[in-house]
T-cell receptor, first 112, second 118 residues
Framework: GQNIDQPTEMTATEGAIVQINCTYQ??????LFWYQQHAGEAPTFLSY????GLEEKGRFSSFLSRSKGYSYLLLKELQMKDSASYLC?????????????FGGGTRVLVKP | GAVVSQHPSRVICKSGTSVKIECRSL??????MFWYRQFPKQSLMLMAT?????????EQGVEKDKFLINHASLTLSTLTVTSAHPEDSSFYIC??????????????FGPGTRLTVL
């Protein structure tokens, strides 16, 4: 099975930086995804890591350490519209269809 | 990015009726689609993996006779909630798996269907 842990909630100020951590345990790791989900909407793809290191995409960056079973999503220059849930998901190569298993999500609240 | 649609976006039905939800990948072919359910303030729970031309693979605890999945073409999968009850009220989300460069796969999600069973 897989265990994926991420904090439940985080609060940050507009313009600041927030780091959302995700730890996982899986037997057949084959990639880690971060998704953003606004209330009442479906998740949207943010980033994908399969090798160790940092992937940067504009204000969002994602880091992976496979040996530590650890990833983080870094949100810089926070904007009010970044208030959402952020979902960490791990792909298991041994699972049918290469399915994803999602963490519980981290609700980020950006305050003025 | 890839576009996945779902229909309907919202449905309200009486207890005991059946509801069909369609999921379409609009700009790519998807041999594999996934169906998730999400209760308020909870994460996505995978219900089943839908494979084009073959039977769906259901997760443990999901009744295959209650949640019928049909993946008739490379762009369409349907989920039918049979004999719906109030506890089936939830947000149902599909995703389509798209193969990218270097063999990587990414799931793209539909906008979701909010089902309310009275």
């Amino acid at each position: 099975g897989q265990n994926i842990d991420q904090p439940t909630e985080m609060t940050a100020t507009e313009g600041a930086i927030v780091q959302i951590n995700c730890t996982y345990q899986t037997s057949g790791f084959n990639g880690l995804f971060w998704y953003q989900q606004h209330a009442g909407e479906a998740p949207t793809f943010l980033s994908y890591n399969v090798l160790d290191g940092l992937e940067e995409k504009g204000r969002f960056s994602s880091f992976l350490s496979r040996s530590k079973g650890y990833s983080y999503l870094l949100l810089k220059e926070l904007q009010m519209k970044d208030s959402a849930s952020y979902l960490c998901a791990v792909r298991d190569e041994r699972a049918a269809g290469n399915k994803l298993t999602f963490g519980g999500g981290t609700r980020v609240l950006v305050k003025p | 990015g890839a576009v996945v649609s779902q229909h309907p976006s919202r449905v309200i039905c009486k207890s005991g009726t059946s509801v069909k939800i369609e999921c379409r990948s609009l700009d790519f072919q998807a041999t594999t689609m996934f169906w998730y359910r999400q209760f308020p303030k909870q994460s996505l729970m995978l219900m089943a993996t839908s494979n084009e031309g073959s039977k769906a693979t259901y997760e443990q605890g999901v009744e295959k006779d209650k949640f019928l999945i049909n993946h008739a073409s490379l762009t369409l999968s349907t989920l039918t909630v049979t004999s719906a009850h109030p506890e089936d009220s939830s947000f149902y989300i599909c995703s389509s798996k798209r193969r990218g460069r270097f063999g990587t796969d990414t799931q793209y999600f539909g906008p979701g269907t909010r089902l309310t069973v009275l």
